[in-house]
């Protein structure tokens, strides 16, 4: 089993930044991709940013240039750093964890409990 600790949500102007930190415990030896998805009201879970084993990265079109994911492989973190956000980010904002990713799919293993996030002025 793999926890996920989520934490970094809030409420932030259009135009702020918030970080959204990810710790993940237990049996990670086999993670090979973690990252964030969100799911506003009314709509499906979406790709927000992943991270594989190795470093590479995937965004979702929405986020390109203003998100950043990371990754701390001696922490067991994952980070997305938020600049620039828009109302339309405005969602919960999961993290999850895997052994394999496959873009358009929905990870299969394991997800965080969710950090609100809130774009208003």
């Known amino acids: 089993q793999v926890q996920l600790v989520e934490s970094g949500g809030g409420l932030v102007q259009p135009g702020g930044s918030l970080r959204l930190s990810c710790a993940a415990s237990?049996?990670?030896?086999?993670?090979?991709?973690m990252g964030w998805y969100r799911q506003a009201p009314g709509k499906q879970r979406e790709l927000v940013a992943a991270?594989?084993?190795?470093?590479?990265?995937n965004y979702a079109d929405s986020v390109k240039g203003r998100f950043t994911i990371s990754r701390d492989n001696a922490k067991n973190t994952v980070d997305l750093q938020m600049n620039s956000l828009k109302p339309e980010d405005t969602a919960v904002y999961y993290c999850?964890?895997?052994?394999?990713?496959?873009?358009?799919?929905?990870?299969?293993?394991?997800w965080g409990q969710g950090t609100q996030v809130t774009v208003s002025s």
């Open positions: 999850f964890a895997d052994s394999v990713w496959i873009p358009g799919r929905l990870p299969t293993g394991y």
């Open positions: 237990g049996s990670i030896l086999r993670i090979n991709a």
């Open positions: 991270i594989i084993s190795g470093g590479s990265t």
